[in-house]
Every structure is written in structure tokens, then in C-alpha cells.
């Protein structure tokens, strides 16, 4: 089992930055490695990256790379998202998630969500 708490959303002006952080407590070993999704109004919730358990490799959505990094700090249970250039379409509310299977660009291959965050970019 596990428990995944985020924070740092808010409001920003397009262009601006954001940094996200997601506390991930495990209970059980797991192999996998860790990812932000996130969800607009009427929208499917949709991959933006990943992060391997060591933190030596990262996945980004064509959407958000160049602009988004993903890491990790292990010593504080952390995950981070740092959003840079934002633009108005990056408006959602963002949540960190645990891998438990196979595709990590599937919303359906983790198993343990936070509570979300809302990011809002204006205009």
C-alpha cells in the first residue's frame, strides 16, 4: 500500500512557474516507478510524466517536455514536478500517482493516487 500527498498548485500568469511536490509514503516494496497525471474540466486524465524508482530515467508527454522535469528525492520521499513556461492549456488539477503495472502512460498501470492540485495558468 501506499499514500501520496501533493502540493503546490495554484495561480500563475502565463509563462510563469510552478513547483509540485508529492510525499509518497510505501508501505511494501514496489518496483515500479512514479508519475503526475493530470485532468482538465471534461477531460480525460492524461499522462505529463514518470520517473523510475532510482530516478535515472524520466518519461514526458510530448505536451510538456523542454518545459516540465520531473525528480525525486529519496531521502524525503518526494517527487517533484517543476513547471516551467506555462501556458493556459497546462490548466488542470494535477495528481501524483504509484506505479503498479505495465504501461506507464495508463492512468489504469497505477494503483495509488494523491488528492490532486489545482494548477491554473491565466492569460
Known amino acids: 500500500q501506499a499514500q501520496l500527498f501533493e502540493s503546490g498548485g495554484g495561480l500563475v500568469q502565463e509563462g510563469g512557474s510552478l513547483r509540485l511536490s508529492c510525499v509518497i509514503s510505501?508501505?511494501?516494496?514496489?518496483?515500479?516507478?512514479s508519475g503526475w497525471f493530470r485532468q482538465a474540466p471534461g477531460s480525460d486524465r492524461e499522462f505529463v510524466a514518470r520517473?523510475?524508482?532510482?530516478?535515472?530515467?524520466?518519461y514526458y508527454a510530448d505536451s510538456v517536455k523542454g518545459r516540465f522535469t520531473i525528480s525525486r528525492d529519496s531521502a524525503k520521499s518526494t517527487m517533484y514536478l517543476q513547471m516551467n513556461g506555462l501556458k493556459p492549456e497546462d490548466t488542470a488539477v494535477y495528481y501524483c500517482?504509484?506505479?503498479?503495472?505495465?504501461?506507464?502512460?495508463?492512468?489504469?498501470?497505477?494503483?495509488?493516487w494523491g488528492q490532486g492540485t489545482q494548477v491554473t495558468v491565466s492569460s
Open positions: 500517482a504509484d506505479q503498479a503495472r505495465g504501461d506507464y502512460r495508463r492512468p489504469e498501470s497505477y494503483q495509488y
Open positions: 510505501r508501505q511494501s516494496f514496489s518496483p515500479y516507478g
Open positions: 520517473i523510475s524508482l532510482s530516478g535515472s530515467t524520466t
